[in-house]
């Protein structure tokens, strides 16, 4: 029952906080061994936990079963626990247990979470892999005499402001690798067999994520990847595309100006600058997530606003009791973890972790209070209606900023005490005029290394 009630809870918590997406093909029955890249500590394998379709067991760093809350919810979802020179040199012999136990719960026919970099980073580039998931898939292969059928899959998890809530997150599935494929390598050389499917892992695990050779990039091939969908026509300036769409697209722009600055690096310099100038112009115009259209027309502007308008003006009340009631400890940890001196990589787990503490004693306090004042029918109906406001003002909260984005833009490009008629039109125009110069200057980019966007959900495939 505890596992059932996690599981509903993990889903809460991982789809509250981040926009999230799982694209790919589904996580087949049988042994199956989930490998991920790690970016961002406890919150990935509440991603997969999530995401696979199935119950998993995640291996997890031994120092956290000590904690008497973590620890209980580890135990409970059959976690395993793998003991890192970093925390206790002196517990390193004790990994061959964690090995077996991997193995043992595969060869039960379970789905075992492992995250072969062996540490959570913000790095730009996935960190070299250790071979612990190539050894136990092999190894529980070979125990059962390749009879068992062990597949790995691989999962590339990627987030855009991963450390902010409403941030987005997207966990890409690729095809099973079928490890008895590897008996023959294995027979004849078994540390050559660990090493080969270590490096399988390594390029398929790349392939399904946003891997790049400098922290910088991020926002430059962002920048690049929206300019040129909306030169080519893929989206409308106005239209949000989320980011599991937008991810081959941005894997093709990180090749391609990777490719530019190792073989031009004066024509990198010149287009990232250029980029980076237009989404400065951009910004300044207000246009938020979108991008500045080359017309705009009063009605039908007016009437994508009020698409999003509408439903935020007819939940505004319930938003407005949400703000009461779950605004202040949701300020009460923004600040505190803000204060922290965190590595990116774990700001996330620290709200996440603060929430799951804090808003069930707020809950507590406001039924509490309800049921001593006006009855216990009232609290019984708190303890079922806040957290439903909680939901409607997240849903809330994401239609309000696109309004208001929109309704600003609008404001700047049309709006008569703002500029000139002539003034407003060759803005549009200039910002066009550049867009195009960037989307062919980018295209040739693409087309010199032959770096074209895949439409395939899953390009290691």
């Known amino acids: 029952m505890i596992a059932a009630l996690l599981r509903v809870a993990v889903a809460a918590t991982v789809t509250i906080f981040y926009r999230l997406e799982r694209r790919g093909p589904p996580v087949p029955a049988g042994p199956v061994l989930l490998v991920a890249n790690h970016p961002n500590s406890l919150l990935d394998p509440l991603i997969l936990f999530h995401t696979a379709g199935r119950r998993s067991r995640p291996l997890a760093r031994a120092p956290l079963f000590e904690s008497p809350i973590l620890g209980t919810l580890l135990r409970a979802v059959r976690a395993i626990p793998v003991y890192r020179r970093e925390d206790d040199p002196a517990q390193m012999s004790r990994n061959l247990d964690a090995l077996r136990a991997a193995m043992a719960s595969l060869a039960a026919g379970d789905a075992v979470q492992i995250f072969p970099e062996g540490r959570t980073h913000s790095d730009p580039a996935i960190a070299p892999l250790r071979t612990g998931a190539a050894r136990v898939a092999l190894g529980a292969e070979a125990e059962a005499e390749w009879k068992l059928g062990v597949r790995v899959v691989p999962v590339g998890l990627t987030y855009a402001r991963k450390a902010v809530f ?33 490096a399988r892992i390594d390029q398929r695990l790349r392939a399904l994520t946003l ?118 400890p949701y300020q009460v940890i923004r600040r505190a973890v803000g204060q922290m001196d965190l590595p990116p990589e774990v700001v996330a787990t620290y709200k996440v972790g603060a929430g799951i503490l804090l808003y069930p004693g707020v809950l507590a306090l406001w039924v509490s209070l309800a049921a001593w004042f006006v009855g216990w029918r009232a609290g019984l109906v708190l303890t079922f209606a806040l957290p439903l406001t909680g939901l409607v003002a997240v849903r809330w909260l994401d239609l309000a900023a696109e ?37 062919a200057d980018l295209d040739s980019v693409l087309e010199l290394m032959g770096s074209r966007p895949s439409p395939s959900p899953d390009p290691g495939a």
């Open 166 to 198: 409403r941030g987005h997150a997207v966990a890409l599935y690729g095809e099973p690798m079928v490890v008895r494929s590897f008996r023959p390598q294995l027979e004849e050389d078994d540390q050559a067999a660990v090493r080969s499917l270590t």
């Open 211 to 328: 891997d790049l050779t400098r922290t910088e990039d991020a926002d430059l091939i962002d920048a690049a990847e929206r300019v040129w969908s909306l030169g080519k026509g893929l989206r409308s300036s106005r239209q949000r595309v989320r980011l599991g769409e937008r991810l081959p697209r941005l894997q093709a722009m990180a090749r391609g100006l990777a490719w530019l600055r190792a073989h031009h690096p004066d024509r990198h310099r010149r287009l990232a600058a250029r980029v980076r100038r237009y989404q400065r112009i951009v910004a300044v115009l207000g246009a938020g997530e979108g991008d500045v259209p080359e017309s705009y027309r009063v009605r039908p502007a007016l009437r994508w606003i009020l698409r999003r308008g509408i439903p935020t003006i007819a939940l505004s009340p319930i938003a407005a009791v949400a703000a009461v009631v779950w605004g202040v």
């Open 403 to 439: 309004a208001v984005q929109d309704l600003w833009l609008l404001v700047r490009l049309w709006w008569p005490g703002t500029r000139t008629t002539r003034a407003r039109k060759m803005a549009r125009t200039r910002v066009a005029a550049e867009r195009n110069r960037l989307t």
